[in-house]
T-cell receptor, first 115, second 111 residues
């Protein structure tokens, strides 16, 4: 199993540009999440999905869109990039529908810089 | 979601036992306590999880007192490679992916 994969690893955008961060998992996990981590901070939840076709907002959803058309993929879209979105983005997946007893598996992260 | 409080940083030396305590006064009846480890430039990795008393695996032990208002992660005989950020998370059903990561504890192991 590749686990959770994220592309790209690094990205530089100009203010106002849009882009999609890709996340895929091959563990047949229902639950997927996107977090952002700013320097010296913990992870903050952006959006999550409990299964294909179902998404919901986390703690910091503004400026981001998600969709879940398949179990495997959970892309994160930045609509109009802003310098405040400079961060490291982590995608995570979890076996069942969000039970805290299930381990979350994290991807390697995407380091995004918005100029 | 229960809020957690942990020390911002800790220092230790190779071969010592390290205990990191997390306070979670508002823990709910169905909440589990989970610890994650994060190395620089990597995503967090699950270490251990428990509900009450003591849990031990090949990496660490987790001690949870009867009132469950705190928990202690114990790392036996740390090495330089244990230098990382350690997060204590508390969540219940349907917590899961909505678990809240605090600032974590930066553990630095010195030679």
């Amino acid at each position: 199993n590749a686990g959770v994969t994220q592309t790209p690893k690094f990205q530089v955008l100009k203010t106002g540009q849009s882009m999609t961060l890709q996340c895929a998992q091959d563990m047949n996990h229902e639950y997927m999440s996107w977090y952002r981590q700013d320097p010296g901070m913990g992870l903050r939840l952006i959006h999550y999905s409990v299964g294909a076709g179902i998404t919901d907002q986390g703690e910091v959803p503004n400026g981001y869109n998600v969709s879940r058309s398949t179990t495997e993929d959970f892309p994160l879209r930045l609509l109009s990039a802003a310098p405040s979105q400079t961060s490291v983005y982590f995608c995570a997946s979890q076996l069942a529908g969000g039970y805290s007893t299930d381990t979350q598996y994290f991807g390697p992260g995407t380091r995004l810089t918005v100029l | 979601l229960a809020k957690t409080t942990q020390p911002i940083s800790m220092d230790s030396y190779e071969g010592q036992e390290v205990n990191i305590t997390c306070s979670h006064n508002n823990i709910a009846t169905n909440d589990y306590i989970t610890w994650y480890q994060q190395f620089p430039s990597q995503g967090p990795r699950f270490i251990i999880q428990g509900y009450k008393t003591k849990v031990t695996n090949e990496v660490a032990s987790l001690f949870i007192p009867a009132d469950r208002k705190s928990s202690t992660l114990s790392l036996p005989r740390v090495s330089l490679s244990d230098t990382a950020v350690y997060y204590c998370l508390v969540g219940g059903l349907p917590g899961g992916g909505k678990l809240t990561f605090g600032q974590g504890t930066i553990l630095t192991v010195h030679p």
